[in-house]
């Protein structure tokens, strides 16, 4: 059975590429005036001018009318750390009384602070709250996710936080890739025997999460006071011989070397990128690896933005991201990324979008299914309440300008 969807004012993000799109390609994101859309199941089946849609057969189980609404592909958020227990207000004023991230790091606080809570936490009880998060993301047009593990910081607890991302795929029929990030931090009682805790990461946690297939890929937060390049390395590397892909937190708080250590690794894709030089920046234009930006983060904490322009004037392949966290961006919601991303970090609307978009499937290596408007593609949908040009979604920053999401077809 099919749903024909009409008058669609603009069709947005139509392309049938499959590499990560970077310097003029990323500013570019093809469209359609005037447009109709089928889907079959839950595939886009067809799409053209709604002047020649009288030469589309067949019978539509439901139709829906646009009327001039705009219609582009569902956000994919390739970063979050959507699964974590609680929250953390408490350090958000600290902030505002003028206390640093690092500080409230260094006392305990910070990661540690919800790695106490969630192994306080139970699995159901964890699911729950990530469900009722995962419900507000999709109906904020969020249709592919990426969660990552990292509250654990011992082996029950990082097994449990992927246990909830695997049910939280299997409730929702969404595409959810599954990342291992046990080298989050160091927990306490390694603080004094880091050594200690990598063994433990490589010797116990890995052999058992790829005996349960429970994640996709492994990350390491590469930072001073977290974890050096060489134990990155190290990290990824265990990784890899258990079939886990790297993916980064780098060169956040500061040029940790993070960003050369992912590409010596093959990571997918370094993210943050707040504290970049030139070294890095040319290193990451010259690699196949994803620069993933996220702006909400380094808007959070106070922090400048990432310096997106001269990442994608240099030619890096960038995506957005909104790295969902209790700590440095208790906000999943994408529209509000892409705003920021024009607004602090001076990306044009086209390019905030393709990078919220097909880049961002690219980050999850899933470019063949979702991230675009193409025939054969997940029709995961955002139609939008009639605006007056793309740029408009951007500008009317915090106005939510969703009218429906349809997700692997179906309404929400
Ligand atoms: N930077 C490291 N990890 C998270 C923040 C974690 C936290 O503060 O809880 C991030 O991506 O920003
Ligand atoms: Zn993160």
Redesign the pocket.
């Known amino acids: 059975m099919n749903l024909l969807l009409t008058n669609i004012g603009r069709l947005a993000g139509i392309r049938d590429a499959r590499a990560p799109l970077r310097g003029a390609a990323l500013a570019e994101l093809p469209a359609l005036e005037d447009a109709y859309l089928i889907i079959e199941d839950d595939r886009i089946a067809a799409f053209g001018p709604m002047s020649s849609l009288a030469q589309q057969p067949g019978a539509f189980r439901a139709h829906i009318d646009c009327c001039g609404g705009t219609v582009l592909p569902a956000w994919v958020d390739s ?1 979050t ?1 959507l699964v ?1 227990a609680g929250s ?1 207000e408490a ?1 958000f004023v600290d902030k505002i009384r003028g206390v640093s ?1 690092a500080e409230i ?1 260094a006392r305990g606080g ?2 540690l ?2 790695a106490r809570l969630l192994n306080e936490t139970s699995e159901d009880e964890l699911f729950r709250q990530g469900w009722t998060r995962l419900q507000e993301l999709r109906r904020l047009g969020t249709g592919t996710i990426e969660i990552k593990s ?2 654990g910081l011992t082996v029950e607890g990082e097994l449990r936080m992927l246990r909830v991302a695997r049910r939280l795929r299997e409730k929702s029929g969404m595409p959810v890739r599954s990342t291992f ?1 046990g080298a ?2 160091f927990p306490a009682e390694y603080r004094d025997d880091r050594e200690g805790y990598i063994r433990l990461i490589i010797e116990e946690m890995l052999p058992r999460i790829a005996a349960e297939g429970l994640a996709d890929y492994i990350d390491v ?1 590469c ?1 001073e006071n ?1 974890f050096t390049p060489e134990q990155t390395i190290r990290i990824c590397t265990a990784g890899r011989a258990h079939g886990l892909k790297p993916r980064l ?1 780098a060169n ?2 500061a040029v940790s070397g993070g960003v050369q250590a992912g590409i010596g690794v093959g990571a997918v894709s370094v ?2 990128l707040e504290s970049m030089d030139d070294a890095a920046i040319t290193a990451l234009a010259g690699s196949d690896t994803m620069g993933t930006l ?1 702006p909400t ?1 380094a808007f959070f ?1 106070r922090m400048p933005f990432q310096p997106a322009r001269a990442l994608a004037d240099a030619g890096c392949a960038l995506a957005l991201a909104s ?1 969902f ?5 208790p906000s999943g919601n994408m529209n509000l990324v892409v705003s920021m991303a024009c607004i602090g970090m001076k990306l044009l609307p086209e390019e905030a979008i393709n990078a919220a978009t097909f880049n961002g499937a690219c980050a999850l290596e899933w470019q063949e299914q979702c991230g675009s408007i193409a025939v054969g593609k997940r029709a995961d949908l955002i139609l939008t309440r009639p605006i007056p040009s793309l740029a408009y979604l951007p500008y009317a920053f915090g106005s939510n300008l969703i009218e429906k999401v349809l997700l692997g077809g179906e309404p929400l």
Do not use: M, T
Request: proline residues 3%.
């Open positions: 970063h750390h974590f953390r350090e991230y790091a910070g990661i602070n919800s990292g509250y990030l989050h931090s937060f930072e977290f937190h956040q708080l993210d943050h996220l983060a904490l790295d966290n209790p700590g440095s961006s």
